[in-house]
């Protein structure tokens, strides 16, 4: 069922990246189920690890297309690790640049603190035990979480710019 606010997005077109697993196959879940088309892309099958420069070109790219089909109201959200300051300050630096050029295309960055993904287990691929841990010890973050903020932030009124989001677990410390 479609969240209020998310009416608008009907039928439009979003690209996903790290679709395959974690955050952003929960986020392109969340968005097909409010009527999304998802196109979902992965930089190998079954595995992603989004970095600062893949980060870029795919959001300039995507602010390309949007130019060349006259999209004015679209909305670009990257999802950030809480310890990343250069993707915060990718999205502010690209929130201006829209500005400037008088669009209407909104930027935000959502800054999560642990995710329950698979993350961990892959930091200490030669120690699960520690991988787990990382999950035993706290309430973490579910990536359906994540997918909760995209989902809010894209219900908004568009007259309404969220340019940053951070969510931890209550018991996170940092």
């Known amino acids: 069922m479609a969240r209020p606010g998310m009416e608008r997005w009907r039928d439009r077109l979003a690209l996903v ?22 196109v979902g892309c992965a930089r190998t099958v079954g595995n992603i690890e989004v970095n600062v420069l893949a980060l870029s070109i795919c959001t300039r790219e995507a602010y390309q297309s949007m130019k060349e089909r006259n999209v004015d109201d679209g909305h670009i959200i990257n999802i950030n690790s ?10 502010e630096g690209l929130r201006q640049e829209l500005r400037e050029a008088q669009t209407h295309i909104r930027a ?6 642990v995710v329950e993904t698979q993350f961990a287990f892959k930091l200490h691929d030669k120690d699960p035990e520690k991988a787990a841990a990382t999950y035993e010890q706290m309430k973490c973050l ?33």
């Open 17 to 38: 990246t790290g679709a395959s697993g974690g955050i952003g196959a929960a986020v392109a879940r969340a968005l097909v189920q409010q009527g999304l088309k998802v």
């Open 82 to 91: 809480a310890t990343k300051y250069a993707v915060t300050a990718l999205t």
């Open 108 to 113: 935000t960055c959502i800054s999560p603190g």
């Open 142 to 174: 579910k990536p359906e979480d994540v997918a909760e903020a995209v989902i809010y932030v894209l219900s908004t009124p568009a007259h309404i710019q969220i340019g940053d989001i951070q969510m931890r677990p209550t018991e996170q410390v940092t």
